[in-house]
């Protein structure tokens, strides 16, 4: 049972067009993470929300958007994809405190072609 | 920032005999440490986590000990079963919202019967 839900579990898109991948979660969690996890590679933050308050990892900051229009949901954008962004996106909230653990969706498969 | 190297990659063990999974850290200020296990199709989930001012912890099967002069922490999966075969992250953190996880690369572990 997971309730933190992403859609969709499989993504097909073209390069040069627009990608947004939907996140919600039912545990009123006031954060909400975007991370991106390549074959091989340790899943990498891409940025997180705080309440309404957006922070971008400094080194995706041009590359992902993202919105979250209430405290269940999150989205992340992608405004013009690459093949470089062919990824499994993972979704994750936080339960708060000075050490929140983490709770993961099951992510996206993005496949840019 | 934090660097997570995690070791070995690939893991494979008898069932019924134990596996051990290290990590390492740069930061000392990282003060909290959780293990995420992956299944095949699933999303992330945490099994074990361990703080600062611990050295070891164990829970059903599993121990992990943090050493942190060393900047060093392991998972230890005792009397393995098929069922633990999965992908396992570590993780470090120095906690609140600016002191985001940071993952390891992934072991896969294979129990073999």
């Known amino acids: 049972d997971t309730t933190v839900k992403q859609n969709p579990r499989y993504k097909l898109a073209r390069v040069g067009k627009p990608v947004n991948l939907i996140c919600s979660q039912t545990m009123n969690h006031d954060t909400m993470y975007w991370y991106q996890k390549k074959p091989n590679q340790a899943p990498k933050l891409l940025l997180f929300y705080y309440d309404k308050i957006l922070n971008r990892e400094a080194d995706t900051f041009e590359k992902f958007q993202s919105s979250r229009p209430n405290n269940s949901f999150c989205s992340l954008y992608i405004g013009s994809a690459g093949l470089e962004y062919s990824a499994m996106y993972l979704c994750?909230?936080?339960?708060?405190?000075?050490?929140?653990?983490?709770?993961f969706g099951h992510g996206t498969k993005l496949s840019v072609l | 920032g934090e660097q997570v190297e995690q070791l070995p990659s690939i893991l494979r063990v008898q069932e019924g005999s134990s596996a051990s999974i290290n990590c390492t850290y740069e930061n000392s200020a990282s003060n909290y440490f959780p293990w995420y296990k992956q299944e095949p199709g699933e999303n992330p989930k945490l099994i074990i986590d361990i703080r600062s001012n611990m050295e070891r912890k164990q829970t059903q099967g599993l121990i992990v000990l943090l050493d942190k002069k060393a900047k060093r922490f392991s998972l230890h999966i005792t009397d393995t079963q098929p069922g633990d075969s999965a992908m396992y992250f570590c993780?470090?953190?120095?906690?609140?919202?600016?002191?985001?996880?940071?993952f390891g690369e992934g072991t896969q572990v294979t129990v073999i019967s």
């Open positions: 994750a909230s936080g339960d708060g405190g000075g050490n929140e653990r983490l709770f």
């Open positions: 993780a470090a953190s120095s906690g609140g919202l600016s002191g985001k996880l940071t």
